[in-house]
């Protein structure tokens, strides 16, 4: 018995509930942003039409719906992959946009050589500099070939695969 007592009482110390206060969450969360494949025949125009040499995708991003992450968002990583089975050299354009289609930031363009197929770029951004960044509910891909002069014919080969992500990172108090 008096074993007991010893074990259950000598080894404890108070316990200071208070240290709570000062604890603070960190999570991270990775999600898809948007996917795409072009291949040759996304570049031919209806006949008639002057040559196609930029093509545009908007998708939509609901990850600020939430009011937690909204407002606890401290960095956004953005990760790209791009394989490049063409033989022609694109540019690349990402733009994060409101409701309203509005600029509200412009990533830095992507310049993806002929033939590249591990294409691979990493953007991070501070919210703190950014806060804007908080209102974008698009993100538009505007892929353009650098040589506007000679289009991309349908018997030509080759095809772009676009993959890009996301990672949120968050701070808040418990």
């Known amino acids: 018995m008096l074993l007991c007592f010893v074990l259950i009482f000598g080894c404890s110390d108070a316990v200071d509930f208070d240290q709570i206060d000062n604890y ?17 025949d996304n570049f031919v125009p209806i006949p008639g039409a002057p ?11 609901k990850i600020f719906e939430t009011k937690f992450i909204r407002e606890n968002l401290v960095q956004l990583d953005f990760d790209f992959e791009i394989t490049n089975r063409f033989n022609r050299d694109f540019t690349v354009e990402i ?7 509005t600029l509200i930031y412009k990533l830095n363009d992507l310049k993806v050589t002929a033939n590249n197929l591990e294409f691979k770029q990493k953007e991070i951004l501070n919210i703190e500099l950014n806060p804007n960044v908080r209102n974008f509910t698009r993100v538009e891909v505007k892929l353009s070939l650098d040589d506007r002069t000679t289009p ?10 676009f993959n890009s992500a996301a990672t949120i990172h968050l701070e808040a108090p418990l």
Not at 24 to 40: C, D, E, R, W
Not at 95 to 101: A, G
Not at 152 to 161: F, K, N, P, W
């Open 24 to 40: 603070t969450i960190k999570p991270t969360y990775a999600l898809s942003l948007t996917y795409f494949t072009i291949s040759p």
């Open 51 to 61: 040559p196609i040499t930029e093509i545009s995708e908007k998708s939509d991003v």
């Open 95 to 101: 733009s994060l946009l409101d409701e309203n289609d």
């Open 152 to 161: 991309i014919l349908a018997s030509d080969v080759g095809e772009i695969i």
